[in-house]
C-alpha cells in the first residue's frame, strides 16, 4: 500500500481559496459586530472651505464657485 504525501495543484488552489474565504467571513462579521460611529450631517471641510474662499476672494481662487458649489451639493 502506497500513500502519496504530495499535495496536487488542485488541492493546494482550493486550500488557498477556502482560507482567504474564511478570513472575509471573519473580516466581515468582527466589522458588522463593531460598533458604529455618529454621522455628522454637517461636513467639517465646509466651513474651512468657506473662510478659505472668502479671504482668497481678492487673490486667485483655485476652486471655482461651480465646483465648490456641486461639491457641496453631493457632500
Sequence with gaps: ???DS???GSEMLLTVIAIR???LVLVGWSLLLLPRQ???SVP???AALATT?????????HV???AFD???LHD
Design 6 to 8: 504530495t499535495i496536487s
Design 44 to 46: 467639517a471641510c465646509t
Design 64 to 66: 471655482s464657485d461651480a
Design 53 to 61: 474662499a472668502t479671504s482668497n476672494a481678492a487673490g486667485s481662487q
Design 1 to 3: 500500500m502506497k500513500t
Design 21 to 23: 474565504l474564511a478570513v
Design 38 to 40: 455618529a454621522h455628522d
Design 70 to 72: 456641486d461639491m457641496l
